[in-house]
């Protein structure tokens, strides 16, 4: 199972909206709902943002969110702030994991 | 509030077995879930390795199967990750983590995570 594709860099200004794509194939992101995100900050263990594709753990902001859309899935941030910068990845998960190459993200 | 923790050797010698334990405290691993190891060599992103359920089913990736083996130990919480035949290329730093495995829950509770070098 190939790794998600993912931009390598993304940025934005504090107050706006950015999104992340995670694409895959019909067979991973396609044709399956158990797609997560993370969020990393430098030095920490990843933090799962996203999960079931649209799903938020109750401690998260409702300034992320997830979508897909054919083989394409999506994690959007609104009214970016300044803690909001760090790496993102999603992640195709079940009996076997797969994560996309991550993300940076800038806020200007 | 699930919590683990790493622990093992930060360094590793060429060709030799790299050996790490997870203790999990604020849930017993017998109780459910699937455990696992994540890896991520400096400045790069996430790999998976494979995850365990306490009745021993196993999932590893594909490319790392052949010299991965995962157990665990209920009556101490604690999951171990072998490694074998290590190179430079297994330098990171080595997560473990609530898994998914065939239970579908998405990989929620993480530990700090272990460096470990491979050099000589």
């Known amino acids: 199972q190939s790794a998600l594709t993912q931009p390598a860099s993304v940025s934005g200004s504090p107050g706006q909206s950015i999104t992340i794509s995670c694409t895959g194939t019909?067979?991973?992101?396609?044709?399956?709902?158990?797609i997560s995100w993370y969020q990393q900050r430098p030095g920490n263990a990843p933090k799962l943002m996203i999960y079931e594709g649209t799903k938020r753990p109750s401690e998260i902001s409702h300034r992320f969110s997830g979508s897909k859309s054919g083989n394409t899935a999506s994690l959007t941030i609104s009214g970016l702030q300044a803690e909001d910068e760090a790496d993102y990845y999603c992640c195709s998960y079940g009996t076997i994991v797969v994560f996309g190459g991550g993300t940076k993200l800038t806020v200007l | 509030q699930v919590q683990l923790q790493e622990s093992g050797p930060g360094l590793v010698k060429p060709s030799e077995t790299l050996s790490l334990t997870c203790s999990v405290s604020?849930?017993?691993?017998?109780?459910?879930?699937?455990w696992g190891w994540i890896r991520q060599p400096p400045g790069k992103g996430l790999e998976w390795i494979g995850c365990?359920?306490?009745?021993?089913?196993?999932y590893y990736n594909p490319s790392l199967r052949s010299r991965v083996t995962l157990s665990l130990d209920t009556s101490k919480n604690q999951i171990f990750l072998t490694l074998r035949s290590v190179t430079a290329a297994d330098t990171a730093v080595y997560y473990c983590?609530?898994?998914?495995?065939?239970?579908?829950?998405?990989?929620?509770?993480w530990g700090q995570g272990s460096l470990v070098t491979v050099s000589s």
């Open positions: 019909s067979s991973d992101v396609g044709d399956y709902k158990f």
């Open positions: 604020g849930y017993f691993i017998g109780s459910g879930y699937f």
């Open positions: 983590a609530r898994d998914s495995g065939s239970w579908l829950n998405p990989i929620d509770y």
């Open positions: 365990i359920y306490h009745g021993g089913n196993t």
